[in-house]
């Protein structure tokens, strides 16, 4: 059964820092990895979503990278601004669509 | 035009009520999900649905029975209500297959029992 774990749990930062938002999960065995962000009292969002055959993926000032192999893909976040205050949640999904999601790092940037 | 849609958005009933939500999807994708998230705001899925038939069944109380007529709609039906089971419920969807993958949740239902 595959298990997520991000760290950190919370972060706190000043606006225009950049950020790394970690994700590790236990069964390498995935077909892909997408990012979500969730807003207090809303649902999510999806922000990037990487296939398992590929190593990264940009939106704008987002990037994520996955290296499978060892169940680990980063979110990383450019000049980090109020508006990108939220939950940030990782899913790794495996052949028979089982997404499954980590606790979320708990993302707060003040202006 | 919404992608996914849940409803109700917000279910208040007592204990004991059956109760049913509602999940259709217009993006003409074959695969549908039910998560529950906790007050802990822990995302844990319930349900998987692909082309209407039952892939991923996690060990949920059996009060809990997804139904889905068609491709498009998932419902959860959920019987006997107990405190335990006040949370807030997302809908999902996914296509199986392809190059595009992304999943697709609905805004939630936050179903309170008291």
């Known amino acids: 059964k595959q298990e997520v774990t991000q760290i950190p749990a919370a972060l706190s930062v000043p606006e225009g820092e950049n950020l790394v938002l970690n994700c590790s999960f236990t069964?390498?065995?995935?077909?892909?990895l997408q990012w979500f962000r969730q807003d207090p009292g809303k649902g999510l969002t999806s922000l990037l979503l990487?296939?398992?055959?590929?190593r990264e993926q940009t939106s704008g000032r987002l990037n994520a990278s996955l290296d499978k192999s060892s169940g680990r893909s980063t979110l990383y976040i450019a000049a980090s601004q109020p508006g990108d205050s939220a939950t940030y949640l990782c899913a790794p999904c495996d052949n028979n669509n089982d997404m499954r999601f980590g606790a979320g790092t708990r993302l707060t940037v003040k202006p | 035009d919404t992608a996914v849609s849940q409803t109700p958005k917000y279910l208040v009933t007592q204990m004991g009520n059956d109760k049913s939500i509602k999940c259709e999807q217009n993006l003409g994708h074959d695969t549908m999900y039910w998560y529950k998230q906790d007050s802990k705001k822990f995302l844990k899925i319930m349900f998987s649905y692909n082309n209407k038939e039952l892939i991923i069944n996690e060990t949920v109380p059996n009060r809990f029975s997804p139904k889905s007529p068609d491709k498009a709609h998932l419902n959860l039906h959920i019987n006997s209500l107990e405190l335990g089971d006040s949370a807030v419920y997302f809908c999902?969807?996914?296509?199986?297959?392809?190059?595009?993958?992304?999943?697709?949740f609905g805004q939630g239902t936050r179903l309170t029992v008291v």
């Open positions: 069964d390498s065995a995935i077909y892909n």
């Open positions: 999902a969807s996914s296509q199986d297959t392809g190059l595009n993958t992304e999943a697709f």
């Open positions: 990487i296939q398992s055959s590929q």
